[in-house]
């Protein structure tokens, strides 16, 4: 049996610092605005993104409109 979610559950972002991570969307407890970009909270870790706030939404969405 093929089970098909259109839910995104993980995403691709840059870091403060240039590198490339991944984030578990279940394991985020709050993402919030910084003065350069966002970021993601988890229990064990805290990523800073450059990633405009603005564009978080988009981001969830899978990049669908």
Do not use: H
């Not at 910084?34 to 064990?44: I, P, V, Y």
């Amino acid at each position: 049996m093929f089970n098909y979610s259109s839910e995104v559950e993980w995403i691709k972002v840059t870091d403060i610092d240039g590198g490339l991570v991944w984030i578990n969307l279940a394991t985020v407890e709050r993402i919030y605005q910084t003065s350069d970009g966002s970021t993601f909270e988890c229990a064990d870790t805290v990523t800073r993104t450059n990633i405009p706030f603005e564009k978080i939404p988009d981001l969830l969405d899978g990049g669908r409109q």
